[in-house]
């Protein structure tokens, strides 16, 4: 069995205080990094960069109280990451001054920066009020972890669609608005990893090259292709299908895809091993190896 060099999508959370009656999380493990150091020797995963999971990200939140509650969060990560492990700190850019705030308060704790995608109050990345934390990152040339929240639309409440259709979604809007909105042209030194295999974006990708080169409304035509600003994003390998992670790689390139787990939720990878065992074997090589980091 192959060693995994690193995991950068897997998730731990502080205890939920009673005040935060909004937050229910089942899932015990969250609540053990000794739970996830076990099933990373198991799996043979050498090391993981851990986040805050989407039911603590709380974008309803006023400022003030999203302060307090993001420094209690955060601090409560660095509290809970051991050897082998390094904290992704959320940065809520539903205020933005306030995630700069954060991300100057964390800069070289950990290994970098996580951020909502999607969600009610979620601010959208191409939004003007985003540029100063947009110029901090670039300027550290941080690693961004960027997994969704919350889908604002009621029709996938339903079967479980708000996760199933919702999450790829939501990602893939989030990829457009720093691919339309000329932010990813603006700051090629962000190392943008998204969750998910990039969602939706990967199937999208040859209608957004479409849009660009017949001029549609609002288009900047005289901006980088989204087929080359594609080619400088990482995304994470769960996407549960052989096929669609060879689409992934021929949009984002092979060698911009990193292992991620979503540990421990069952829609990840617990087993990745035999679950990524029908991805050719070069480009599994790569995934395992941290290629796209080197």
Known sequence: MSRIALDVHAH??????????????????????????????????????????????????????????????????????????????????????????????????????????????????????????????????SFVFVHPGACCDGRLAPYYLENLLGNPYETAVAIAHLVFGGERHRHRAIRF?????????????????????TRRPGVDAAAPAPRELLGTLLVDSVVHDADAMALAARVFGARSILFGSDWPFPMGLPSPHEQLAGVAAELRRAIFSAAALS
């Open 12 to 141: 731990l959370a502080p205890p939920i205080p009673a005040q935060a009656s909004d937050v229910h999380i089942g899932l015990q493990q969250l609540f053990q990094p000794e739970a996830l150091l076990g099933w990373m020797d198991e799996q043979r995963i050498d090391s993981a960069w851990v986040s805050l999971p989407p039911p603590l990200y709380r974008p309803q939140l006023a400022l003030d109280h999203s302060r307090e509650w993001w420094l209690y969060a955060n601090d409560g990560l660095a509290r809970l990451v051991r050897p082998k492990l390094r904290p992704l700190f959320h940065l809520p850019v539903e205020h933005p001054a306030l995630a700069v705030e954060i991300a100057e308060r964390y800069a070289g704790e950990g290994a970098g920066f996580s951020l909502p995608a999607g969600g009610a109050n979620v601010t959208c990345f191409s939004d003007a009020r985003l540029a100063p934390l947009w110029a901090l990152l670039d300027e550290r040339r």
């Open 193 to 213: 990893c998204f969750a998910h295999g990039g969602g939706a974006a990967p199937m999208l990708a040859g209608r957004w090259q479409r849009g660009y080169e």
